[in-house]
């Protein structure tokens, strides 16, 4: 045991001095990495620098400065208390996002054709879970059909219908409530995993918490709708049996509103991870767009979207009215640009003895009034639009802050603006045809979608523009730190 004692101040001479940054912690990935190679570390001669050797012994933050680096730290925070959420979504997240607003889509479409071909009455009853699975047999699709019969649709529209004609009608309605049921299950059990997991920031969690609750309301919407038409006392003695349309306007903004949601939410997650791949550079593309110059175009789109979102629910109001089959001509209505105004405010849509609700009536269910709605709204959206895309051209301010991606969102803007005005006099002058009619449902949403785009482009993230100088800070700090290292050797 003496002679070992001896033996310890010769190891402890040859063991290298361990300097206090040996325990230092850098972020990287989602763990903390141990680096112990400081430059006071060892002290050897020059010749051992200039050696491939002295890779090895290169500080970890340089050998490792990559995107996902800087990313990560800012989703992690390694070196400080770690958060239950990271401050930066998933790129899976993202991708989600924006596949589920592609199904939100395609049903929103889907549900556009079931209307236009009356099928959304064939199915009489709500059963979210047993309505799942067709009828298999001759006997059930003989019940499905007696039910039907009994409804105010066949009694007054289709008495001679047969049942190869109901089952058509049948499945239209019946694949539209299952892609109905597959978009809420894709979106909640997803979201539930990615809340789980921590995949999401804590301000996206409760988004797609509100988004879920949207989802399933929807469906309710949905049926609220449906049972509009199945009761004579819901709609106008005399006139043919059709859902309400308040409820149906309801039932298709809240379908718009879930795919504003998923859509602009996705583009804000890949528009946070392509800012953080360049803090510097994220720093100063953000300062641009807060340039005060800017502040109007930022504003006029908003107001844009907003105004697209309104003409597209005016459209919804058209629809439940069917006012596209009446003055199928364009610009004129009749003898004039509008019908008489005996006929825009008719006293007969008024429930009222004083005439205290004429104006908003005829506003909302007289379809001349509200085909006339419809086509004031649509031409200020494209006026709107045009001048828009003439104030980023021919301002010199503005074509020299707005980014490129941002001036080729614009220009999808119009050429969609031009192809739903185009659509849109096409249905009309061709009496609501199902394919036109189909398209233009389709083109308001494009367009709404472009919008979104162009929002996405010009707009100022806050919380961000936040983490963009987390990160930078992050970045720059172990490059002073190597800098003093350097100047002391």
């Known amino acids: 045991m003496a002679s070992l004692r001896s033996s310890i101040p010769f190891f402890k001479g040859l063991s290298p001095r361990l300097s206090q940054g040996f325990f230092s912690c850098y972020n990287y990935g989602s763990k903390p990495i141990v680096s112990p190679f400081r430059s006071n570390l060892y002290r050897p001669n020059s010749s051992f620098l200039n050696t491939p050797t002295r890779q090895f012994f290169t500080p970890s933050w340089r050998r490792h400065s990559s995107t996902s680096t800087v990313t990560n730290a800012i989703e992690n925070k390694a070196c400080g208390p770690k958060s239950s959420f990271p401050d930066v979504s998933s790129k899976t997240v993202a991708y ?28 009489t009853e709500w059963r979210p879970v047993t309505g799942s699975l067709p009828p298999i047999n001759t006997e059930d699709w003989e019940s499905e059909f007696a039910k039907y019969r009994a409804s105010p649709e066949f009694q007054m529209l289709n008495p001679n219908m047969t049942l190869s004609e109901f089952k058509y009608i049948y499945y239209m309605e019946w694949i539209h409530r299952i892609w109905g049921r597959f978009v809420g299950l894709s979106f909640a059990l997803p979201a539930i995993y990615f809340v789980a997991r921590r995949k999401v920031s804590k301000p996206m969690a409760l988004r797609l918490a509100g988004i879920t609750g949207l989802i399933g309301f929807q469906g309710f919407i949905g049926w609220w709708m449906v049972k509009s038409g199945l009761k004579d006392d819901l709609f106008s003695p005399g006139n043919p049996p059709r859902v309400s349309q308040y409820r149906l306007t309801a039932h298709l903004a809240a379908a718009f509103t879930c795919y504003v949601a998923m859509l602009w939410n996705g583009l804000a997650i890949l528009r946070s991870h392509r800012l953080l791949a360049d803090p510097e550079a994220g720093i100063k593309s953000l300062e641009a767009l807060r340039d005060p110059r800017l502040k109007i175009f930022r504003r006029s789109v908003a107001g844009l979207g907003l105004l697209v979102f309104v003409t597209v629910m005016s459209g919804a109001l058209v629809a439940g009215l069917d006012a596209g089959l009446i003055y199928n001509e364009f610009p004129y209505m009749g003898n004039g640009f509008a019908p008489p105004k005996s006929e825009l405010f008719d006293p007969r849509y008024s429930r009222h003895e004083d005439r205290s609700d004429l104006w908003w ?15 004031i709204l649509a031409l200020t959206t494209f006026t709107s639009i045009m001048a828009l895309w ?4 021919r301002s010199p301010t503005v074509k020299k802050l707005l980014p490129p991606a941002a001036r080729k969102g614009m220009h999808g803007v119009v050429g969609f603006a031009c192809m739903q005005v185009g659509l849109g006099i096409s249905t009309l002058l061709y009496l609501v045809p199902i394919p036109l009619a189909s398209a ?42 190597a800098a003093r290292s350097a100047s002391k050797q």
Do not use: C
């Open 96 to 123: 989600w996002l924006l596949g589920s607003a592609a199904s939100v889509f395609g049903i929103v479409v889907f549900g556009g054709l079931t209307r236009l071909t009356e099928s959304g009455l064939s199915i």
């Open 361 to 375: 009536r005829n506003m909302l269910e007289n379809p001349a009034t509200v085909q006339l709605d419809h086509r």
């Open 390 to 393: 003439a104030y980023s051209r």
């Open 440 to 481: 233009h449902q389709a083109g308001s949403l494009l367009l709404l979608t472009w919008v979104l785009v162009l929002g996405s482009r010009i707009w100022h993230p806050s919380r961000t523009a936040k983490l963009l100088q987390v990160a930078a800070k992050a970045r720059s700090q172990p490059l002073a730190a």
